[in-house]
């Protein structure tokens, strides 16, 4: 079974509202990733999050982690139609290795004009 | 820089009929590996390779066998391709194994195993 599972599975939204997609995994973890799957191509590193912080900023990402609930959102503010995609959390359990990541099944993020 | 490097990018087999998929990196990535991508299911890892000569197997190995020869290479051999291998597979590396490296990916092979 996937140890990530996003939240919505799809999400429409229109261009400069924000939106907030959800990540729920089972066990416990050394990192949580997120990844962007533009349609037909391959996936690309957003972000990552430690198990010891709770909340991370790149431009305009903001990814928070509850290890106490087992949970990551992700949140793009002032969408754009750009931001169209799969988003993907990807979590590695406490073996700490690389080998061990594993995917959740995506959020289908439609920004439309 | 070309990054991770997949081909074909489309290929269409009968059921019973083996291929390759080939993969290559150009960062010096001693980590490389397979995932395949179905509806509904998010990234399934095949198999992975720690650095040349090692690999080892992932959650979906089955009917699939890797080799690393050289740091750059891992291709992905189907030996008899079922139709429950259409699929679209992803190769992807990253610096090392230790958690929290970021992992590159190439841009996806389609297979459909008629």
């Known amino acids: 079974s996937q140890q990530g599972e996003e939240d919505p599975q799809a999400l429409s939204i229109q261009e400069g509202e924000n939106a907030t997609m959800n990540c729920s995994y089972k066990?416990?973890?050394?990192?949580l990733q997120w990844y962007r799957q533009n349609s037909g191509r391959g996936l690309v590193h957003l972000i990552l999050i430690r198990s010891n912080e709770r909340e991370k900023h790149s431009g305009r990402l903001r990814v928070t982690l509850d290890t106490s609930k087992k949970s990551s959102s992700l949140l793009i503010t002032a969408s754009r139609a750009a931001d169209t995609a799969s988003y993907f959390c990807?979590?590695?359990?406490?073996?700490?290795?690389?080998?061990?990541?594993?995917f959740g099944t995506g959020t289908r993020l439609q920004v439309t004009l | 820089n070309a990054g991770v490097t997949q081909t074909p990018k489309f290929q269409v087999l009968k059921t019973g009929q083996s291929m390759t998929l080939q993969c290559a990196q150009d960062?010096?990535?001693?980590?490389m590996s397979w995932y395949r991508q179905d509806p509904g299911m998010g990234l399934r890892l095949i198999h992975y390779?720690?650095?040349?000569?090692?690999?080892d197997q992932g959650e979906v190995p089955n009917g699939y066998n890797v080799s690393r020869s050289t740091t750059e290479d891992f291709p992905l051999r189907l030996l008899s391709a079922a139709p429950s291998q259409t699929s679209v597979y992803f190769c992807a590396s990253s610096y090392s194994l230790i958690s929290g490296n970021t992992i590159y990916f190439g841009e996806g092979s389609w297979l459909t195993v008629v």
């Open positions: 960062m010096n990535h001693e980590y």
């Open positions: 390779s720690v650095g040349a000569g090692i690999t």
């Open positions: 990807a979590t590695d359990g406490s073996t700490g290795t690389a080998s061990k990541l594993t």
């Open positions: 066990t416990s973890i050394n990192n």
